[in-house]
Structures are given as C-alpha cells and as structure tokens.
C-alpha cells in the first residue's frame, strides 16, 4: 500500500495485514479505551436492540458484534476484511450466538435486500472506509421506515491529521493543538494499543484515514435522507477518570469520539 490509500483495496489489504494482531488484543482486552470509555458510552447511547434485526457496519473480528447479540439482537455483521471476517465466524462457530458474518463493504451492502433491517450500527469504523456518503445511502436502504443508525466514530474536530496533547513543563495537561483540520487527503495512520502489558513490542497497526469535517459527516448522513435525531460527544465517567489517570485528559478537555443517532424517515 502507498503512504496515500485511495480505495478499498487499499483498505482491505492494511485490515487483512492488521487482522490477527488486532485480534488476539482486542480479545486479550488491551484495547482500554474501548473497555473503559468508549463502548460503556455507545452502549448507554445506543438505542434498545433487544429483538431487532441489527447490521453492525465494520464489525472486524467481531468482539461488540458479539455484544449486541447478547443483547437480544439478531445481528447481521459485514466487514471489507475477509481474514477479520473469517476470525469472527471462528468465533461464533466456538461459541454459537447466531450471528451472520459476510464479507461486504458498508458502501455497498448490496447483498441484502432493502428494508432488511430494523437497526443499523456502527463501532469506529466508518472514518475507516473511503466512501462515508455511499455508505450512509446504503445504510438508509437497507434500514425499514423508522428504522435506526447509530454510529462512534473517532471525533472529527478533535481527532484531525494533526492532533497532539499540550503539556506543562511538570507533565500536566492543558489541552490539545488540532491542525489541517479541513484537510481530507487520505492517510496511513500507524499505532498500537498504547496499554499493552509493560514491555511487549509488537508490529504497529496500519490504518488508512479517510478525514473528513464535522459538516462533511453530518450533510451526508443528512443527505441520504435521515433525520438526526441525537449527538454526543462523550467522557470518561468520573469513575473511570480516576481509576485510570490517564483518561483523565478526554475527561477535561476533548471527546475522543462522536455518537450519532438517526432515524429513516
Ligand atoms: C477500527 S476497526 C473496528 C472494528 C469493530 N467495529 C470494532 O469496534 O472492534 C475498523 C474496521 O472497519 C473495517 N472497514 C473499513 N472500511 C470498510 C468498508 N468500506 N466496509 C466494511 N468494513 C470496512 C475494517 O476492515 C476494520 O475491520
């Protein structure tokens, strides 16, 4: 892959490289942020799914697909990585919540019929994808009348290519810089799960970053014919900020992720 990715191949072969790893640390839960912050708020934010017929958009391996069946869904996960795909059908076969994997961009869905489903979610991945208006019209046909979106994705404003903590000289955090913040040139984002145990050096991820502005994001969801229906922008709780310090910062200055809830009219 090129430093720029341009396409969905480009995607699918940075996912299928970070397949495995990915895996085994999201399933090791090193993946803090999502254990204390990030899905505790999606879950409290998302709507009730208990027997609804729900799509996860970008599933990866399957980990919060699995969540939402335990819901009381009847989940339906699609993801543009064969090798994720085939590490969440492992998993289901291990342990059987009947849960549908498909190999299938959230751009396309063009394998299922329209009005398939009643709820439409999505756990930080659609900043992921190279094309986010196609995937909010194909999310809006698949959906039923009424039917609901909801989505995380890593918070536009906030997270922009150039995103760095400000500190004091004695290490306290004052707040954040954002720069190129109206710049959409796709990029290579290279990172691990920063709370790893001590000392393990792994392979760092490669995830290609589509960034695109607030206005961007909500026109097109917009445009696809929803009707907002509710943001957030949330926080560590005050609990988790103090059993895990180093929350604290996305506590008091800036939401790592943006919640959005809509509705098919
Ligand atoms: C950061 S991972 C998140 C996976 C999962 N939702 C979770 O929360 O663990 C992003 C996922 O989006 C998938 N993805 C990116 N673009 C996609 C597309 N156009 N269609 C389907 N999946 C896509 C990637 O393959 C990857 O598995």
Redo the contacts with the bound molecule.
Sequence with gaps: MTSTPSD?LD?VEA?NGNASRWSKD?RAGYDKYRAYYTLPAYLEFMPSIHGRRVID????EG??TRRFANLGAQVTG????AL?ISLARVEEERDPLGIRYEIQ???DLSMFADGSFDCAL????LM??PDFAAAMRAAYRVLVPGGTLCFSILHPCIMTPVFKWLQSEDGVYEGYRAGRYFDEEPFVERWHFSKRPDGERVEQFKVPRFPRTLSTYINAVSDAGFRITALDEPRPSEAAAQDHPWLARWREHAPLVLFVEASKI
């Design positions: 969905e995607v996912w999201v958009l970008g599933c990866g980990s919060n699609v993801d543009l990585s994720m961009s959230f751009s999505s756990t930080m991945a992921d994808g």
